[in-house]
Every structure is written in C-alpha cells, then in structure tokens.
C-alpha cells in the first residue's frame, strides 16, 4: 500500500502565498518523478510542475516564476511554493508520483487525495 498525503491548501487573498506539501509512506523502494496537478471547478486536470529524482523541473507556463517545486533529502516528500497567487490558481491541488515498490518491480503511478486552493479577491 502506497499513500500519498497532500497538505497546506487554504484560503488566501490574491497576491498572497500559499506552500503545498506531499508525503509520500507505504511500500515504497524508490520514488522517480514527482507532480503537482490541478483541477479548477468545470475544468480538466492540468499538470502544475514536475521534479525529477535528480531535481530537474519543469513548470507550465502560466506558473512560471510564480510557482517552485522541491523535493526533500529523502525524495519521498514534495512541496509547492506558491506565490503572486491569482483568482484563476482557485483550483484542487493533487500529488502524483512514478514509483516502485521493490528493487525489480514496476514502475507504477499513484495520486494523493488533493487539497483545496482557493484564491479570493
């Protein structure tokens, strides 16, 4: 069994600043890439920003310069930064993560449960 727990979403004034958090626990031998996707209300999932386990990363471009993604020393937790928050970041916050339960086993994909972003004016 493979968890993923998001936390730090909230109610925050536009401009404002907001840090997500992403533990991962269970059956885990190693952790690869880890993400943060979002979903605002009517709209599809959209990928936020990716950290490789080498701590490459990648953003979308509307969250560039506002947004950073890290990783901890033991890889098996990972945070957003967020700030310059706009109304249109209101939205799920969810974790995603490719890992592997045992040194030959596959790769596999888990999301967390997310947690709510939501920006006022």
């Known amino acids: 069994q493979v968890q993923l727990v998001e936390s730090g979403g909230g109610l925050v004034q536009a401009g404002g600043s907001l840090r997500l958090s992403c533990v991962a626990s269970?059956?885990?031998?190693?952790?690869?890439?880890m993400f943060w996707y979002r979903q605002a209300p009517g709209k599809q999932r959209e990928l936020v920003a990716q950290?490789?386990?080498?701590?490459?990363?990648y953003y979308t471009d509307s969250m560039k310069g506002r947004f950073a993604i890290s990783r901890d020393g033991a890889k098996t937790a990972v945070y957003l930064q967020m700030n310059s928050l706009k109304l249109e970041d209101t939205a799920v916050y969810y974790c995603?993560?490719?890992?592997?339960?045992?040194?030959?086993?596959?790769?596999?994909?888990?999301w967390g449960q997310g947690t709510q972003v939501t920006v006022s004016s």
């Open positions: 995603n993560a490719n890992l592997r339960s045992t040194p030959h086993g596959s790769l596999n994909n888990y």
């Open positions: 269970g059956s885990i031998f190693e952790i690869n890439d």
């Open positions: 950290i490789t386990s080498r701590g490459n990363t």
